[in-house]
């Protein structure tokens, strides 16, 4: 089956670019219809949707996040990558990485913290 893996930095500083990258295995993010979310958990506020990518590259994004928030891919590594901008401590969770509408298939999650 599908698998997903994430990877971020573990540690980022207030005001800087937070970046989480999802690598995809045994499934191709180009393939026809499928669509390539970005999630996060954190004890205060929960699970949050925060945007997504389609498999021709159309993004939508949660308006909460919309202003700060940019998901790429890059095909020829089958990965997709979530930058949200301007991070506060508010901003500390575990990111995760899903595909379908339904997020059927998640990643184990990667801990990022905010803090100076």
């Known amino acids: 089956q599908v698998q997903l893996q994430e990877s971020g930095p573990g540690l980022v500083k207030p005001s800087q670019t937070l970046s989480v990258t999802c690598t995809v295995s045994?499934?191709?993010?180009?393939?026809?219809?499928?669509?390539w979310s970005w999630i996060r958990q954190s004890p205060g506020k929960g699970l949050e949707w925060m945007g997504v990518?389609?498999?021709?590259?159309?993004?939508y994004y949660n308006p909460y996040f919309k202003s700060r928030t940019s998901i790429s891919r890059d095909t020829s590594k089958n990965q997709f990558s979530l930058q949200l901008s301007s991070v506060t401590p508010d901003d500390t969770a575990v990111y995760y990485c899903?595909?379908?509408?339904?997020?059927?298939?998640w990643g184990q999650g990667t801990q990022v913290t905010v803090s100076s």
């Open positions: 045994n499934g191709s993010i180009t393939t026809d219809y499928y669509t």
């Open positions: 899903a595909r379908d509408r339904a997020l059927r298939y």
């Open positions: 990518i389609a498999y021709d590259g159309t993004t």
